[in-house]
């Protein structure tokens, strides 16, 4: 069956640090991977998808087949970043997204 | 343009009353999914639409929740004899066509959250 894992319920890292969350998936099929985040009191919305490669206020997510990950990254916190990050999974013909339990990024000064 | 919105924004009820959710999703969007967001369950899958039919309700969790869709626009999901434990935020999502082979992303509306006394 098709999974979705956030090993981390809670990252905090200091303004200027890397940070990085982790996301593994288990799916026999090809997989579309997502990362949503939601900001305090704002709904839901997308960050970035793999297939577009882009990099999105600066957080970049490689799709690693081998490794079954997609891992969120950012070099430079801002405190801004500071939001619930989801990492998500779809497959061809689902409709649906398959979740991860989520991991708050809180970023101090 | 105008994002996937839902009614009411928050809503109270008592165990065993009916409660009806509703979502308008964004102009256009044929695809419309609820999701719920709970605090011991994270974020689960309930129904998907596409158009006014629902092929997919594997994620419905009794047959207490309910949903349709008319018009291809507006959705309601239904959960009939609340208990205590369909306390959550109910999102809808919206999106494109979904096209076989491919993923169209999902816009979130602001969800509504339920509380069951």
């Known amino acids: 069956a098709q999974r979705v894992t956030q090993p981390e319920k809670l990252l905090s890292v200091f303004k200027g640090a890397p940070v990085e969350l982790k996301c593994n998936y288990s799916y026999s099929g090809s997989p579309e991977l997502f990362w949503y985040v939601q900001y305090s009191r704002q709904r839901l919305q997308l960050l970035l998808r793999h297939i577009s490669r882009e990099s999105i206020k600066g957080f970049t997510a490689d799709l690693n087949k081998g490794e079954t990950s997609f891992h969120l990254k950012k070099p430079f916190a801002q405190e801004e970043d500071s939001a619930m990050y989801y990492c998500?999974?779809?497959?061809?013909?689902?409709?649906?997204?398959?979740f991860g339990a989520g991991t708050q990024v809180v970023v101090t000064p | 343009g105008a994002g996937v919105s839902q009614s009411p924004s928050n809503k109270v009820t008592e165990k065993g009353k009916d409660v009806e959710l509703r979502c308008d999703p964004i102009s256009g969007h044929t695809a419309l999914y609820w999701y719920r967001q709970s605090l011991g369950q994270g974020l689960e899958f309930l129904i998907y639409f596409q158009g006014n039919s629902a092929p997919d309700k594997s994620g419905l969790p009794s047959d207490r929740f309910s949903a349709e869709r008319t018009g291809g626009s507006v959705s309601t999901l239904t959960i009939q004899r609340t208990q205590q434990e369909d306390s959550a935020v109910y999102l809808c999502?919206?999106?494109?066509?979904?096209?076989?082979?491919?993923?169209?992303?999902?816009?979130f509306g602001p969800g509504t959250r339920l509380l069951v006394l």
């Open positions: 998500a999974l779809s497959g061809a013909g689902w409709g649906k997204l398959q």
């Open positions: 999502a919206s999106s494109f066509q979904h096209q076989r082979g491919g993923v169209e992303t999902q816009y």
